[in-house]
């Protein structure tokens, strides 16, 4: 069974910026797309980004849009959501996730998409 583990996470002021890392267990692990979700206190998963892990395709949530980048280091089976320009209302449990066969586009964006999920990662945005 592949195991995502995330990294990366923790407070910063707003303004400010981190990296979540996530990292797959099994080295012949071959997924078909990455994503990130969050969650936030008393609220759904949120769709955050996901990227295609052939062709490095993406896709955003419009609210994190020119702020948060995600990446792959495919020889590395590991891929990155880098955050910046952290608003308070980015606070949030950060979620990655992987898809182990294709699916069309609108299945990056949904939670019922993934079929692996890491542990979370806390990330806190003060004011």
């Known amino acids: 069974q592949v195991q995502l583990v995330e990294s990366g996470g923790g407070l910063v002021q707003a303004g400010g910026s981190l990296r979540l890392s996530c990292a797959a267990s099994e080295r012949t692990f071959s997924p078909t797309v990455m994503g990130w979700f969050r969650q936030a206190p008393g609220k759904e998963h949120e769709f955050v980004a996901a990227i295609n892990w052939r062709d490095g395709g993406t896709l955003y949530v419009d609210s994190v849009k020119g702020r948060f980048t995600i990446s792959r280091a495919n020889a590395k089976n590991t891929f990155y959501l880098h955050l910046n320009s952290l608003k308070p209302e980015d606070t949030a449990v950060y979620y990655c996730?992987?898809?182990?066969?294709?699916?069309?586009?609108?299945?990056?964006?949904?939670?019922?998409?993934?079929?692996?999920w890491g542990q979370g990662t806390q990330v806190t945005v003060s004011s």
């Open positions: 996730s992987a898809q182990s066969r294709v699916r069309d586009l609108p299945a990056w964006a949904r939670v019922t998409g993934y079929d692996y």
